[in-house]
C-alpha cells in the first residue's frame, strides 16, 4: 500500500523560500506522477502541481516561477519549493499520487505551513 | 481556468438519510470530475473519477452524476463515517480546479 508523507518547516518568514518533502514508502515515484495541493484557511483547494515518473514537470501559471517540484529517486522522494512566500501562502501542504497525471488517489496526510514573521 | 461550484457550503443530515452535493463547472469538462473526502485527522480519499466511477474501496452506496457542467455526488443511507467535507475537482485541463467544499454535518 503506497503511504506519502510530508515534512519540513511548520513556519516560514516572509520573502523566504518554503521547503517540503514528500517521502514515498510502498511504490516507487518512477511510476505515475506527484504532486503537490494545498488547502488555505477557509478550505479552499489549490493544485500546485506535479512532477512525472520521467522527471518532466507541469505547474500552476498562478506559482509563476515561483515553484519548483524535484525528485530524489535514489530515496523515494519529492520536494516542493516555492520562494518569495507571502502570509497568502499559509496553508496546508499536501503531497499525493496522480493517477496517469490526473486524479491524486492517494495522499499524505498534509503539513501545516504559517508564514509569518 | 475553469471554476468548480458548490451551491451547497453545508449540508446537515441524519445516518439513514440519503443526500446529494452538486457541483457546477464553469465550461463543459466532459465527465473529468472527481469527488474526494476529507475527515478531520485522516487523508483525503479518492471516492469517484470520471464523474460516476468509484475509486476502488468506495462503499456502493456513494455514487456520482453529471457529463458537461453539472455533476451530483449522491450519498443513500448515511453512515456515520460519512459525515466530514466533500470536494469536487475537474482535470479535463490545467491547472486542475477545486469547489469550495461541501461540509456534510450530522443533524
Known amino acids: 500500500e503506497v503511504q506519502l508523507q510530508e515534512s519540513g518547516p511548520g513556519l516560514v518568514k516572509p520573502s523566504q523560500s518554503l521547503s517540503l518533502t514528500c517521502s514515498v514508502t510502498?511504490?516507487?515515484?518512477?511510476?505515475?506522477?506527484w504532486g503537490w495541493i494545498r488547502k488555505f484557511p477557509g478550505n479552499k483547494m489549490e493544485w500546485m502541481g506535479y512532477?512525472?515518473?520521467?522527471?518532466?514537470?507541469s505547474y500552476n501559471p498562478s506559482l509563476k516561477s515561483r515553484i519548483s517540484i524535484t525528485r530524489d529517486t535514489s530515496k523515494n522522494q519529492f520536494f516542493l519549493q516555492l520562494n518569495s512566500v507571502t502570509t497568502e501562502d499559509t496553508a496546508t501542504y499536501y503531497c499525493?499520487?496522480?493517477?496517469?497525471?490526473?486524479?491524486?488517489?492517494?495522499w499524505g496526510q498534509g503539513a501545516s505551513v504559517t508564514v509569518s514573521s | 481556468d475553469v471554476q468548480m461550484t458548490q451551491s451547497l457550503s453545508y449540508l446537515a443530515a441524519s445516518p439513514g438519510e440519503s443526500v446529494s452535493i452538486s457541483c457546477k463547472a464553469s465550461?463543459?469538462?466532459?465527465?473529468?470530475l472527481a469527488w474526494y473526502q476529507q475527515k478531520p485527522g485522516e487523508a483525503y480519499k479518492l471516492l469517484i473519477y470520471?464523474?460516476?466511477t468509484l475509486q476502488s474501496g468506495t462503499p456502493s452506496r456513494f455514487s456520482g452524476s453529471g457529463s458537461g457542467t453539472d455533476f451530483t455526488l449522491t450519498i443513500r443511507s448515511l453512515e456515520p463515517e460519512d459525515f466530514g467535507l466533500y470536494y469536487c475537482?475537474?482535470?479535463?485541463?490545467?491547472?486542475?480546479?477545486f469547489g469550495a467544499g461541501t461540509k456534510l454535518e450530522l443533524k
Open positions: 510502498g511504490y516507487s515515484i518512477t511510476s505515475n506522477y
Open positions: 475537482q475537474q482535470y479535463y485541463e490545467k491547472p486542475y480546479t
Open positions: 465550461k463543459s469538462i466532459s465527465n473529468y
Open positions: 499525493a499520487r496522480l493517477r496517469r497525471g490526473y486524479v491524486m488517489d492517494a
Open positions: 512532477i512525472s515518473y520521467s522527471g518532466s514537470t
Open positions: 470520471s464523474g460516476s
